[in-house]
C-alpha cells in the first residue's frame, strides 16, 4: 500500500488548495482515508476523513465549512479541497489510510499506512 500527497504550496490568505491523495495497492473502496496535519512545533492533529461505504464525510471543528474531502475510487485518489484559508492553516499535510469497515465512522481508526506529507503555507 502506498500513499502520495501532493498540491501544496504557498498561498495567500482567503486563498484556495486542493491536495490530492494518490494511492495504491489498496481498494479505495473496503478503506476510509484520513487526512491530517502537523504544524511548526505542534502535534500532528486529524483534519478530516471520508467513510468507506457510505462516504460519510467527518472535519474537524477548524475545517467545517471550509475544507472539502472527496474520494474517486476509480482514479484511486482523494481530495481535499481547502478554501478560506488561513495563516493557522500552515503544516504539512498527510493522509492515511485503514482497512475499515462497512460505514463505520472513519474518526475511530488508527490509521495505519500513511503518505509522505505536502506542505501547505499560508502567508501573505
Known amino acids: 500500500v502506498q500513499l502520495q500527497a501532493s498540491g501544496g504550496g504557498l498561498v495567500q490568505p482567503g486563498g484556495s488548495l486542493r491536495l490530492s491523495c494518490a494511492t495504491s495497492?489498496?481498494?479505495?473502496?473496503?478503506?476510509?482515508i484520513g487526512w491530517f496535519r502537523r504544524a511548526p512545533g505542534k502535534e500532528r492533529e486529524w483534519v478530516s476523513c471520508i467513510n468507506r461505504g457510505d462516504s460519510t464525510t467527518y472535519y474537524t471543528d477548524s475545517a467545517k465549512g471550509r475544507f472539502a474531502i472527496s474520494r474517486e475510487s476509480a482514479k484511486n485518489t482523494v481530495s481535499l479541497q481547502m478554501n478560506g484559508l488561513k495563516p493557522e492553516d500552515t503544516a504539512v499535510y498527510y493522509c492515511?489510510?485503514?482497512?475499515?469497515?462497512?460505514?463505520?465512522?472513519?474518526?475511530?481508526?488508527?490509521?495505519?499506512?500513511w503518505g509522505q506529507g505536502t506542505l501547505v503555507t499560508v502567508s501573505s
Open positions: 492515511a489510510a485503514v482497512l475499515a469497515g462497512y460505514r463505520r465512522p472513519c474518526t475511530r481508526y488508527d490509521y495505519n499506512y
Open positions: 495497492g489498496l481498494d479505495l473502496n473496503y478503506y476510509a
